[in-house]
């Protein structure tokens, strides 16, 4: 766990930086995609819960934590496959990183974070030379 202090435009120009955004969510899918067939199912996703990159998730109650995981399979799992693909993935975490650049605002704040978490690796990609 690491604090940092975030702002919106951190998470912002992360989400936009196209490449290393979806490389750093590629990671992420890889690390939660146990069994390895390309797919993330509902129990993947359930067994690693508060390791979706954000902090709230990981506060919140287990029905919390389900509520929120229903809201992304009927979101982004529109066929019914109880699966979310690498392509989905990509777009649940862009989706949810804007929701989260968004409840920020413009005001920094500093919050707690794991390590391998996305905001950890928004502000580290804020850190980075241009
Ligand atoms: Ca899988």
Do not use: W
Not at 26 to 49: K, Q, T, V, Y
Not at 99 to 104: D, L, N, T, V
Not at 117 to 124: D, E, G, P, T
Request: contains cysteine.
């Amino acid at each position: 766990m690491s604090i940092v202090c975030l702002e919106d435009s951190i998470i912002m120009k992360f989400v936009e930086d196209t490449n290393a955004f979806n490389k750093c969510v590629d990671e992420h899918f890889a690390s939660l995609d146990a069994n390895g067939d390309g797919f993330l199912s509902r129990s993947e996703l359930e067994n690693r819960s508060g390791r979706l990159g954000f902090p709230e998730l990981e506060l919140q109650s287990r029905e919390e934590i389900a509520g929120g995981y229903d809201l992304i399979f009927e979101r982004f799992d529109a066929e019914r496959t109880g699966k979310i693909d690498r392509e989905k993935f990509r777009s649940v975490m862009k989706e949810l990183m804007l929701a989260k650049a968004r409840g920020i605002s413009t005001s920094p704040v500093l919050i707690v974070v794991q390590k391998d978490s996305l905001i950890f690796k928004a502000v580290q990609h804020a850190a980075l030379p241009n």
